[in-house]
């Protein structure tokens, strides 16, 4: 974990994200991965949705870390990235991704498990 | 190696696949640097293709690989394709070949707006590179169309993942299921992989499934349009296509001899011609087997390779009833001279069969192949198919100058012996008509040749007779304007005899009755001679008699003549004596 984290840091500083606090109330971190190709408008994109979501959200207690695929194309297959951006949820379990530039804030949230769909539905 | 296949000339430059068959059909291989779309339903072989694609690339041409998966995991394919004897680990240890699973799982994939498919560009263009592989398959790459719910994005990407794999110069295979209503794929996604189509397709047919090949479409290139059987075996996938054989294979004039003597003799002694195909057709029990058996027992012993393939008896049975018409085939099996290929016609398809054969020449070798029977065959497929299977195992028996001969079980309710149910007395060179005649009940074979091509053959029939010590031909009866076999013959010719012998002996007799004649007269001529001569002799004695009587009576005459003269003397003048003395 500690050898993935360093791998992407370079570009991590440069888009400024690594965010990583602690919040005693909840010990529960967002582990998340934004997987993208070089700076697109997509990529940057899904980076500001991403972490606006997480400051409202998840203020505190999440962690995004940014792979830019093109410098480390054999990441690719860890997570078996396809699509791009994708966010992969690594921590809490289990395993979740989310494609896309991240502009529909009700499914991320669905995707991120931090709302149930049927409360989306309720809501609308 | 590489460089050989990447033709300067004007025709599209072409990769060879090395899968046995396709290549022909292609008239080269798949379009270079471009990819080419597989289609089929589920289990027509599309992962087979793919995979010996990249392997026979990889150990016929040198080039490196990369197998992308969509569907089955790395272990599974490795696994599955051991029984096709590809050792993909080994291909993989050498760095030769990529196998990569790429998963699509939806399940955990929810989609939140725009996207793209970089990193799966970003994924093959590592794998390409990573071993600089020059071919590649995606199998099967619609799956992202269930892994992905954006249908519009997908496509999109579709479309440049086909120009991407073009710019890089790789010859793809992408294969896809086939879609319902006789569209090509589920997806439509033909429409970007517009350079070379190949349709694959398994069909039940009589219980019994064959697969076909046919390439729909190949821009920039002829290829063959029909469709072709192909069969995935322990070897990879083996395309037969019919019409790459042309007919302009070299013939010989060289002679096999049938192994019967009377039948070598029907031939002008010398049997048929070697690569020349021969047809043996006959009612059931007409001994067509058994004249096979004599023709491949004839040549083994002396060391010639044959395939006896039997589609109604098996080994063993073959071996005991040939025994007991005294051959023993069992000796050249032994000897490595005689292969077996014993199958029932229903356990696969005809192009299996065709395939098998195919397969079991090229490794034997044989000079000679039997098939008995043909009609078999019949039973497993349509008339037509075996037409066009025949023509192919004759077209590629006789570009190998292997001499072949079937046998043909003619139904008994066939009106016309001389036509075969297969309908390919064309395709026969040299075809012998065996038959049953039954007489003075009983049944007895006759065997005539009804063509040769390009000899003089007898235009007899004979009858032959399956003897403990092998088939022998013997004349038939044909005196007196009729024909006769089997023990008719045999009575007609012991009538004959008799005949004969009693004509001989009148002969003789009249003759020892001249001879008789001629000596009695014989012997008359001489007791006349004889006669003749005592009678000239007795006419002799009676001449010389008279002729001594006569002169006696002369002398006498002269005395008495004389002594009246002297008394004249005495008694006349001295005057009267002058006159006497001047008379003497």
């Not at chain 2, 398809?349 to 039997?370: C, F, R, T």
């Not at chain 2, 049953?436 to 235009?459: A, Q």
């Amino acid at each position: 974990m500690s050898k993935k984290a360093t791998l992407p840091s370079p570009v991590a500083k440069k888009k400024k994200v690594s965010k990583n606090e602690r919040v005693s109330t909840d010990p529960e971190i967002f582990d998340l991965r934004l997987y993208v190709a070089g700076q697109t408008p997509k990529s940057l994109r899904a980076f500001a949705n991403l972490k606006k979501l997480c400051e409202e959200h998840l203020h505190g207690r999440y962690r995004i870390e940014v792979i830019d695929l093109i410098k480390n194309p054999k990441l690719a297959r860890e997570d078996a990235i396809l699509a791009i951006p994708t966010v992969v949820r690594k921590l809490p379990l289990p395993l979740r991704k989310i494609i896309g530039d991240l502009s529909d804030t009700d499914r991320v949230l669905v995707g991120l498990q931090l709302r149930s769909a049927t409360e989306i539905k309720g809501a609308k | 190696m590489k460089q050989k296949h990447r033709t300067v000339s004007r025709e599209l430059a072409k990769c060879p696949t090395g899968i046995k068959g396709l290549d022909e059909i292609t008239s080269g291989g798949l379009p270079l640097g471009r990819p080419t779309l597989v289609t089929g339903g589920a289990g027509c072989g599309k992962t087979v293709m793919g995979m010996e694609f990249l392997v026979r690339g990889i150990l016929d041409y040198n080039e490196p690989a990369a197998f992308i998966a969509f569907e089955e995991g790395t272990k599974e394919l490795v696994e599955n394709f051991k029984s096709l004897g590809f050792d993909l680990e080994n291909m993989v240890a050498q760095n030769k070949l990529i196998l990569d699973h790429i998963e699509i799982n939806r399940a955990e994939i929810i989609e939140t707006g725009e996207f793209d498919l970089e990193g799966l560009f970003i994924r093959l263009g590592g794998i390409v590179d990573s071993i600089g592989a020059k071919r590649v398959v995606l199998d099967t790459l619609e799956t992202l169309f269930s892994g992905f719910g954006n249908e519009f994005i997908v496509r999109a990407e579709l479309q440049r993942l086909f120009a991407w794999l073009k710019q890089k110069g790789l010859t793809a295979i992408i294969t896809a299921e086939r879609g319902k209503e006789g569209s090509l794929t589920r997806h439509g996604i033909e429409e970007y992989v517009s350079d070379c189509v190949i349709v694959l397709d398994n069909r039940m047919q009589e219980q019994i499934s064959t697969r076909r090949l046919r390439v729909l479409k190949y821009r920039g290139s002829s290829h063959g349009s029909n469709e072709y059987p192909f069969l995935i075996d322990e070897d990879g996938i083996s395309v037969l296509p019919v019409t790459s054989l042309g007919l302009n294979y070299s013939i010989s004039t060289e002679r096999v001899p049938t192994g019967i003597a009377g039948l070598d003799a029907m031939f002008e002694g010398k049997g048929y011609f070697k690569g020349s195909s021969v047809l043996v057709s006959g009612t059931a029990g007409t001994g067509k087997s058994s004249m096979a058996s004599s023709f491949v027992n004839g040549l083994c012993h002396k060391g010639t390779k044959c395939l006896f393939v039997a589609m109604e008896e098996s080994y063993d049975q073959i071996i005991r009833n040939m025994r007991s018409i005294g051959m023993d085939l069992n000796k050249c099996v032994e000897k490595g001279s005689l292969q077996f290929y014993t199958a029932r016609p229903t356990v696969f398809g005809l192009e299996m069969h065709l395939a098998m054969m195919h397969k079991l020449i090229i490794k034997y070798k044989p000079e000679v192949v039997i098939v008995d029977p043909i009609s078999s065959f019949l039973t497993g497929g349509m008339g037509q198919d075996i037409k066009s299977m025949l023509t192919r195992l004759i077209d590629f028996c006789k570009s190998r100058l292997i001499t072949t001969l079937f046998t043909d079980l003619t139904s008994a309710a066939n009106i016309s012996l001389e036509r075969t149910q297969e309908g390919i007395s064309s395709l026969i060179d040299t075809w012998i008509l065996l038959r049953d005649v039954e007489l003075n009940g009983e049944r007895n074979r006759l065997i005539n040749v009804l063509k040769s091509r390009g000899m003089s053959h007898s235009n007899q029939v004979r009858e032959f007779r399956i003897t403990s010590s092998g088939i022998e031909l013997s004349d038939v009866y044909i005196g007196q304007g009729i024909v006769l076999t089997g023990s008719a013959r045999v009575q007609q010719e012991a009538r004959d005899r008799v005949e004969s012998l009693t004509r001989e002996q009148e002969i003789k007799s009249k003759q020892r009755e001249l001879e008789g004649n001629r000596k009695s007269t014989q012997a008359q001529i001489t007791a006349l001679e004889a006669q003749l001569a005592a009678l000239s002799d007795q006419e002799k004695v009676l001449q010389s008699q008279e002729t001594a009587r006569r002169e006696a009576e002369n002398l006498a005459k002269e005395r008495l003549t004389s002594s009246r003269i002297s008394k004249d003397v005495q008694l006349v003048s001295p005057n009267k004596r002058k006159r006497t003395g001047a008379k003497k």
